[in-house]
């Protein structure tokens, strides 16, 4: 190179010269990046350095481009040129600490490594290499014939033939790498961020994909070990840090990539965020190290995988990490939720970005493979908060095929698919026509169950018996549970989890009141019975009324204070049908308390309908009035009021089993729809009785009383007055 050259390129480089700075995010430095997209023609220069400048270039020529067409001549004007001078690397140490654009050679091939970016932004570069190359690049045109020949998979192409001259290549980098070979031998050593190589001296151009299509990262980081909870198992809060923990072992890594391990049962992966595309991770079973996986028809081949969307990725990349990444831990032994739910695999993933990505229209994928279970599969996340998991289908959406399931979720958190019963599950149009005829009972049953009340509070004229208090509490009971089941799948939805523990607490509260109310009304029949009609005492309504309103409030304060109240999902074969509503988050709770308790007023209720059944048949046979009955009214009218009176119909529900389950539900929700009717009508025709009959003591401050019964069953007359009186 002649001295008034070298003046030239240092004077020139000395003005505007940039130093070019590793490029961690891209492969390629922000300046340089501005460099090469602002310049209409780049020039990658090898030399023993490695800078970028921008410089003038005449031009007067006819262009010749990728795509073989002429665009014509063009007047001569100042065109920029973004120049690159590129330090030749040979050695291995040299090529791997490199984020720079590579130069080198091998064997006899001039190569050309070069990150995905240039590939995907920049459509022609020209490669000057060799030697005495000054007067070519100070007086570069594209009338050279060494640089008209664009080196493409189609063409063939001159390299040159004299040892040690310059040479010239217009190289159409986005064209010729459209197909590359896969892990050609040139890609056995290349740069952090290198992808692809260019051999510039094949007789026909050749672009190598150094990607593999699947790889596990060479290094391994430790991440501290988790307590184990008494079980044996990991304990969830100790997981959900380990996965906040992930940006400062990005920000120590050297590496793009590395295997993290944590313990027996943790394992995982974290992988720097050089540019912006899909990536995949794959794993062919609970004890299989991570993979990352470049190719996606490749994903096949493995039984699990998670797939990070190019939305998340650039959602990643536009916050504020110095090092944006991508960690997904697995792991395999965590405790379960408070409902002892069933996790495919017992597998949870943890994906983590280091910042906060959710509403994406691209979701993430995670996929599992030729499964065998039992079961209906259900996506599920968890936000990490809480000293257990509290699984929820929000953001998750599940596709079942066959043996096949995958989810798609638009965040980043805790997943699993957890596992719901067969017997637990119902189909699709069930929960529906289920859920449309609960919603609609329950709001006629309260409509006739408020006119009750009206009724019975403003325009009563008579003084009310014992009976007539007793079912207008049961009432109240019932009216409350109506209201609070009507109200609750909204509560649900507003995700509160106070409000919704608020609600679940007083919907088995008002439940468990009700349950408790029909059995008074069973117990006050007997005792009317055993006195013929008459019970003497002492405060009996207000012994009643505390017993029947206190007990089951203790019951709730004992459960809410454990926690036992929360989110319920019923599950539906097709999840994404699932319904949610506030109640019992404890399977075995709901069984021990609810089935339990009603199991008892079953008992009490079913024996005195069995009595009483029996006492209006003798009625009918004792009846002497000439005054013809209608039997099929009184018996349909009798039976249906004793059911509601006393709650008969809730074992409908409450001991469906096997076959007879959907069937039970239906006929349970259909007769627990006419409940506030019957008891509407029992109300009506007892209205206009007589007040009870009282007497009292000459001592005014004595509290005992005679009562009769209260009005007659559906206008029958007392059965169990004449069989008293034989």
Partial sequence: MTPKCWIT???????????????????????????LKNHEKIIF?????????????PINHSRVHCNGTNKGQRSEQEKKACIVFIKQKDTVEEILKEFFPQMGGKDSSHLLRLSKWYIKNIDTVYVVGGKNCCSTLCDF????????????????????????????????AKKLCKNPDKEGDLCDKIGINIRYIINLTATTGKCYD???????????????????????????????????????????????????????????????ITETEEVSFGYSSPNDHLSIISDSSVLQSFSRSVSVSIEAMDKARSSNLSDPFIAIIRFTNMAQDEKNSTVLGDEVLGVEMGTVIDNLTDPIGINFLNMIYEGIPSCQSWNGDGNLPNWTTDGCETHQNGTDITCQCTHLTFFAILLAPPNQTISSTDLKNLTIITKVGCGLSMFFLCIVLFMHFLIRRTKATDSTKILINLVLALCLLDLLFLINSSVAGMKNAVGCKVVAALMHYSMLATFTWFAVQALHLCIQLYTKGNIVINRYMLKVCLASWLTPSVIVVVLLVLGKYGEQVIQAVDPSENVTMCWINDGNVHYIVNIGYYAIVFILTFTTFTVMLSWLCINKKTKKDDKPVNKTEISLMTVMGLCCMMGVTWGFAFFAYGDLQIPSYYIFTVLNSFQGFFLFIYYYKSRSSRAPKTSESDNSTSASRTTTIGPDLLGLDNPYINVAGK
């Fill in 9 to 35: 390129w240092v004077l020139l480089s000395g003005l505007l010269w940039n130093f070019v700075a590793p490029g961690k995010k891209t492969g390629v430095d922000k300046k340089l990046e501005k460099c």
């Fill in 45 to 57: 220069f090898q030399d023993t350095f490695n800078l970028f400048i921008s410089a003038s270039n």
């Fill in 141 to 172: 045109t594209a009338s050279n014939p060494l640089a008209t020949d664009c080196v493409n998979a189609e063409d063939d192409f001159n390299p040159p033939t004299v040892e040690g001259s310059c040479w010239v290549r217009r190289v159409c």
């Fill in 210 to 272: 150094c990607q593999p299509s699947k790889e596990k990262p060479k290094k391994e980081k430790k991440v501290e070990e988790k307590p184990l909870t008494e079980n044996g198992k990991i304990d969830p809060a100790a997981a959900s840090e380990t996965m906040k923990v992930m940006t400062n072992i990005a920000f120590t890594m050297n590496e793009t990539s590395a295997a993290l391990s944590g313990g027996e049962g943790v394992q995982g992966i974290i992988k720097k």
